[in-house]
């Protein structure tokens, strides 16, 4: 059982990516997700998350408006779609998910998620 995440590469600033992070060998769809970032040099941060249904989403003040975070249950993926970026948003981005039952609100402390993928290497260039 694993989370990969992918979509992750070099853009200039203005730009856009779409990272995803698909889940094998077991449905996610009854866990709320989230992704994070760690810079170099520093404390890995949240960046969004969504409810297990994906009717609820929450983001750090850094990205609102400019990241959107999404999910399609049937495929077992969840996706950040990141707009106008910026340098400061360059990072490498991992996808988390909270397994535990019952618990379906998005949340972004770190320690309430259970399960991270690899990470995705995301440079923003000015």
């Known amino acids: 059982v694993q989370l990969q995440a992918s979509g992750g590469g070099l853009v200039q600033a ?22 994070f970032r760690q810079a170099p040099g520093k404390e890995r941060e949240f960046v969004a998350a969504i409810s297990d249904s994906g009717d609820t989403t929450i983001y750090a003040d850094s990205v609102k408006g400019r990241f959107t975070i999404s999910r399609t249950n049937a495929k077992n993926t969840l996706y950040l779609q990141m707009n106008s970026l910026k340098p400061e948003d360059t990072a490498v981005y991992y996808c988390a998910e909270d397994r535990i039952e019952l618990r379906v609100g998005p949340v972004s402390d770190q320690y309430e998620y259970n399960h991270w993928g690899q990470g995705t290497l995301v440079t923003v260039s000015a």
């Not at 203005?14 to 992704?35: E, K, P, Q, V």
Request: contains cysteine.
């Open 14 to 35: 203005g730009g856009c990516l779409r990272l995803s992070c698909a889940a094998s060998g077991r449905t996610f769809s009854y866990s709320r997700m989230g992704w």
